[in-house]
């Protein structure tokens, strides 16, 4: 897939502010400060289109961006952090899975983890979440330079064993050296495709 277009849409945090459009949507959830917006500003090679923060607990709407014309990224708040208030960490969850279980042009997610961190009971919670509604899920893994090729094995090992995924079903990324950035753009045109043909 090549990114040609990117178009930041609008803020939502119910339905019926989201775009009328009815487009294909990838999701991107992650833990705060996991790298999400980092991740896709890399995909969209745009340097700040999605803003990130050094401070977890930034992005408290869910934001919506139209790429090529054809296909909406969905920026959704991040979780887990402990700091943000209890008011606004409560409106967090409803908002996120009223998205997820509502939204009809939804195609799949990408749940975000920092490959130095074992998934918590969030991260399980929403993969069980998505299987259970058989929405397809890929798992990237940010942060990847910051290891070395060995230690990127081992912790890839160990967050499969801790998802019950195969080791194809996730995807080693680092927004520094770029890595991961075709795999993921190529697993998401992939499900383009079988959306296409299934409807």
Same mark, same amino acid.
């Given at each position: 897939?090549?990114?040609?277009?990117?178009?930041?849409?609008?803020?939502?945090?119910? /339905?019926?502010? #989201?775009?009328?459009?009815?487009?294909? !949507?990838?999701?991107?959830? $992650?833990?705060?400060? %996991?790298?999400?917006?980092?991740?896709?500003?890399?995909?969209?090679?745009?340097?700040?289109?999605?803003?990130?923060?050094?401070? /977890?607990? +930034?992005?408290?709407?869910?934001? &919506?961006?139209?790429?090529? $014309?054809?296909?909406? &990224?969905?920026?959704? /708040?991040? #979780?887990?952090?402990?700091?943000?208030?209890?008011?606004?960490?409560?409106?967090?969850?409803?908002?996120? !899975?009223? #998205?997820?279980?509502?939204?009809?042009?939804?195609?799949?997610? %990408?749940?975000?983890?920092?490959?130095?961190? *074992? /998934?918590?009971? !969030?991260?399980?919670?929403?993969?069980?979440?998505? @299987?259970?509604?058989?929405?397809?899920?890929?798992?990237?893994?940010?942060?990847? *330079?910051?290891?070395?090729?060995?230690?990127?094995?081992?912790?890839?090992?160990?967050? +499969?064993?801790?998802?019950?995924?195969?080791?194809? @079903?996730?995807?080693? &990324?680092?927004?520094?050296?770029?890595? $991961?950035?075709?795999?993921?753009?190529?697993?998401?045109?992939?499900?383009? @495709?079988?959306?296409?043909?299934? $409807?």
């Amino acid at each position: 897939m090549k990114i040609l277009d990117v178009q930041f849409v609008k803020s939502a945090v119910k /339905p019926d502010q #989201y775009p009328a459009y009815d487009v294909a !949507e990838i999701a991107f959830a $992650g833990r705060s400060n %996991v790298g999400k917006s980092s991740l896709i500003n890399t995909l969209i090679q745009r340097k700040d289109m999605v803003k990130t923060s050094s401070k /977890p607990g +930034c992005t408290q709407l869910i934001n &919506f961006f139209l790429v090529n $014309g054809n296909l909406s &990224f969905v920026d959704l /708040p991040g #979780y887990g952090y402990a700091k943000v208030s209890k008011k606004i960490r409560a409106t967090w969850q409803p908002m996120v !899975e009223t #998205y997820l279980a509502d939204r009809a042009n939804l195609l799949g997610l %990408v749940l975000i983890i920092d490959v130095r961190r *074992d /998934p918590g009971h !969030e991260e399980s919670a929403l993969a069980d979440w998505l @299987e259970s509604h058989r929405v397809p899920y890929l798992v990237v893994l940010t942060k990847a *330079d910051k290891l070395s090729k060995t230690q990127q094995q081992k912790r890839v090992a160990a967050i +499969c064993s801790r998802l019950n995924r195969d080791r194809n @079903e996730v995807i080693l &990324f680092s927004a520094k050296t770029r890595l $991961g950035r075709e795999t993921v753009l190529e697993q998401i045109t992939s499900l383009m @495709e079988w959306y296409d043909q299934k $409807g």
